[in-house]
């Protein structure tokens, strides 16, 4: 007769109990393993990534997914209390199993020396009779516990949690560098419909001027409303087939044009990693602390400006424009383009004809911001007084900045400033702008005031 | 003595017993233990259901002396347990010793509560010590002894309720319930007709030497101490005082009065190994004391006014306890 693995292995049921007893203790210890391995281990990692957070957010999704994690634990550990593992419960779980009416509790409890030896001899023959009908794998299989699970999806739970908080608060939209794409996308998605064909490539030539680097937020932001405009009247004006797709790229397009501005008013508040000292919109007096101006802003758009060397801001055209009345000379500007920003501020202050009108200066603007020197930097010419001699024996140096519109100094730089599809992006005048001939160098002449006609004040500085 | 010869007797005296009683297959196992266990057993039940006729049959079935005492009111001590009685013998006058009914291997004393209680307690001394004291002068009764008492719970008035005391003598209290209409039918064909049903004697000429033996095997029987620790759980939370580690509500003890004695744990504890020998067993288990405790405890615990007037019984009680208190 072929004997059960519980024979060939155990010669005594004082043997089985043992071996039972030890294998049911592994059962425990893996039980706990997967109880709290995975929470333990969810833990650990959201710690470890609270602790290397890279920003406040992820800190706190770290932490709220830690703390989810060692609630599970010690939920998990108050429900799934496992039963005390002793010798006399596991002999009581082998009589049970076996249907062995306590025989194996008594041979595991009693006390030998007092009790009759034939009496154990007989229970010691019975029980090990009985062991026969024990197959430890089959009658004690390890089972994973519901804890188990739980503790598993718990753990899950911890770490989705973490990682929704940080997509959130990493903003999971569309950031800045992201929006030509997204523009791209879009184009792609009406160029599918012929009649949305033009729309498609407005998009894209949207796209394409928004990786322009001279264009600030604001004026994307313009860029994506004026187009945004266009697409609802087209939806207005063409109800149909395409309404769907229309409505999608207008709410996209306001939501590009929305996270645009979000991002404009957090470099605003402060978000910018510069402080400028520099006056504001030409305003003359400091604000320490106040976060990045708005030609700081400008300067942190401007790639050419980030990558120049030399992040430095600058006053606005405003105070410039100021700064030049008040002392009547023009500032060199370091050879940094004035923005189109810049420029359509400047317009606004025009009248129609586009004269620049008249303007007192305000108690605000200009307070000796031109007139002021920079410090540990020798004096350039324009700053000499009449009658001081400067380099190369220049008395009374004086000289004038020629601001050339935008438009030209890009088409001089790209050669011909056009669009993708070779379109000009904007109305270039065909002439020079300045005519205005500068006169010989006499070196004792006294210094010359040119009056310059009113309708060139606007671009000539 | 083996374990197998025990159970074989214990099954041979059952089958004789069943031969005249018909019925009562619980009353008729726990006399056996009781007897085997060396104790005694107080029978419960109305009049005419085999009770006398259980104990004759016990004693024939075992071939040992049987005597039998009608308990009435003007039974007195010196009936039972015998007297000093004056006697001439060679021309010289002595007394001498008379034994009483008492001095027999099995005793019943019929409706025990109809005695008064000093007559009662003349069995007490017999029960307890297995000797009874005459003048002055100890006999020692024989071995094996035991007494069956039955009493009537009905017609009450006239008679003497067996002290706490008492009662506490006796390893187990039986009810002798009435037969079902089955066993009735049985009960009239038996007894009605021509045939009468003989009973052999189990037991051997040397009889006596091997009850001793079954008696000692009965003790050597192993019990696991977890189970010994159950039993002092459940005699334990018969006290109406018990309050520290006892598992029982309170709502229990209300009904108690007195719980039980120790005696009641050594009734259990015995009464669970004569029951695991009659099974062929050598070791007892939760199930032998968890068959034995009502018979062993139901005359221990002693209900209060409470309990009469809410008709609440001791099985009630020992039933809720068993729900209560765990195993382990």
């Known amino acids: 007769m072929r004997s059960s693995p519980v024979q060939r292995v155990v010669s005594s049921p004082e043997a089985l109990i043992e071996r039972v007893y030890r294998r049911l203790w592994r059962h425990v210890a893996g039980d706990w393993a997967l109880a ?14 609270w602790y290397r957070a890279p920003s406040a957010v992820a800190a706190v999704g770290a932490l709220v997914g830690a703390g989810l994690a060692l609630l599970a634990m010690v939920i998990v550990a108050s429900r799934a209390r496992p039963r005390p593992l002793s010798i006399r419960s596991v002999a009581r779980l082998i009589d049970q199993t076996i249907d062995a ?19 154990l001899a007989r229970l010691r023959e019975e029980a090990g009779a009985l062991a026969r009908r024990l197959d430890l794998r089959r009658d004690f299989p390890y089972r994973i516990k519901r804890s188990c699970f739980w503790s598993v999806t718990a753990a899950a739970i911890a770490l989705a949690v973490f990682y929704l908080v940080t997509a959130v608060g990493r ?3 569309i950031s800045p560098a992201d929006l030509p794409h997204a523009l791209e996308e879009m184009a792609e998605k009406l160029a599918r419909r012929p009649s949305l064909a033009g729309l498609a490539g407005e998009l894209e030539s949207l796209a394409a001027r928004l990786q322009e680097p001279h264009f600030t937020a604001a004026e994307k932001q313009q860029l994506i409303a004026e187009m945004r405009t266009k697409i609802e009247q087209r939806q207005q004006e063409q109800p149909g087939a395409d309404q769907k797709l229309l409505s999608e790229a207008a709410s996209a397009l306001k ?17 910018g990693g510069l402080q ?17 101006s708005r030609s700081e802003t400008d300067a942190q758009m401007n790639p050419e400006l980030q990558n120049g060397g030399e992040a430095r801001s600058e006053p606005d055209p405003m105070s410039r424009k100021s700064n030049q009345r008040a002392s009547g000379t023009e500032t060199k500007q370091d050879g940094r383009e004035p923005s189109a920003k810049d420029q359509g501020q400047e317009l606004k202050g025009k009248g129609e004809s586009g004269v620049e009108e008249p303007r007192g200066p305000s108690k605000s603007e200009g307070k000796g911001r031109a007139a002021e020197k920079p410090e540990g930097t020798p004096p350039p010419e324009r700053f000499l007084k009449p009658g001081e001699e400067g380099k190369a024996s220049l008395k009374g140096a004086g000289y004038i900045t020629v601001q050339l519109p935008e438009e030209l100094v890009n088409d001089g730089k790209s050669q011909g400033g056009g669009t993708r599809e070779g379109k000009p992006s904007r109305a270039r005048p065909s002439g020079s702008i300045s005519n205005v001939p500068l006169p010989a160098h006499v070196p004792d002449a006294p210094s010359e005031k040119q009056n310059l006609p009113l309708e060139y004040r606007g671009i000539i500085r | 003595m083996q374990p197998e010869e025990f159970q074989n007797i214990f099954k041979s005296l059952d089958r004789e017993i069943r031969k005249v009683i018909v019925g009562h297959d619980d009353v008729i196992k726990k006399v056996l233990i009781a007897f085997f266990a060396g104790g005694h057993v107080l029978l419960e039940g109305v009049p005419g259901l085999g009770k006398t006729l259980l104990v004759k049959s016990l004693s024939q079935a075992l071939g040992i002396t049987f005597k039998r005492i009608q308990f009435t009111p003007d039974l007195m001590p010196s009936d039972i347990v015998g007297t000093e009685v004056l006697t001439e013998r060679n021309g010289h006058r002595e007394f001498q010793f008379k034994q009483g009914p008492i001095f027999a291997h099995v005793v019943l004393a019929d409706e025990i509560n ?5 007559t009662q307690s003349a069995v007490l001394e017999a029960m307890e010590e297995r000797q009874v004291t005459v003048f002055g002068e100890s006999h020692r009764l024989e071995s094996p002894f035991m007494v069956l008492a039955t009493q009537n719970p009905v017609e009450l008035e006239g008679t003497y309720p067996l002290p706490e ?3 506490d003598r006796f390893l187990f209290k039986l009810m002798v319930l009435p037969p079902s209409p089955g066993e009735l039918r049985e009960i009239l064909k038996r007894t009605t007709g021509t045939a009468s049903g003989r009973i052999g004697t189990v037991l051997p000429a040397n009889g006596l030497g091997l009850l001793d033996e079954m008696h000692q095997l009965l003790r050597q029987v192993l019990i696991a101490p977890p189970i010994e620790e159950y039993v002092v759980r459940l005699v334990h939370a018969t006290q109406p005082g018990a309050q520290n580690g006892s598992p029982v509500k309170s709502g229990i003890r209300q009904y108690i009065r007195f719980g039980s004695s120790p005696r009641g744990a050594q009734a259990v ?6 029951n695991a020998l009659a099974e062929g067993r050598v070791h007892v288990s939760y199930e032998d004391i968890e068959d034995v405790v009502y018979q062993a405890l139901r005359h221990r615990i002693i209900l209060n006014f409470q309990a009469e007037a809410e008709n609440v019984t001791a099985d009630q009680i020992i039933a809720e306890i068993l729900k209560q208190v765990p195993r382990t």
Not at chain 1, 276 to 292: A, V
């Open chain 1, 255 to 271: 939501g590009l044009e929305g996270e645009s501005g979000q991002e404009q008013q957090q470099k605003r508040a402060g978000g």
């Open chain 1, 36 to 49: 709290f391995g995975p929470l333990a281990l969810a833990a650990g990692y959201l710690v470890m990534a």
């Open chain 1, 101 to 119: 009416c306590d025989r194996f509790l008594t041979l595991a409890t009693i006390d030998s020396a007092r009790s009759a030896e034939g009496m």
């Open chain 2, 114 to 118: 109809r005695a008064t209680p000093k």
């Open chain 2, 269 to 274: 504890i015995l009464g669970a190994k004569g």
């Open chain 1, 171 to 173: 903003g999971d939209v």
């Open chain 1, 276 to 292: 400028s000292s520099l006056p504001e919109r030409g305003q003359g007096q400091e604000q320490p602390g106040e976060g990045g």
């Open chain 2, 165 to 167: 005391a008492q009662l």
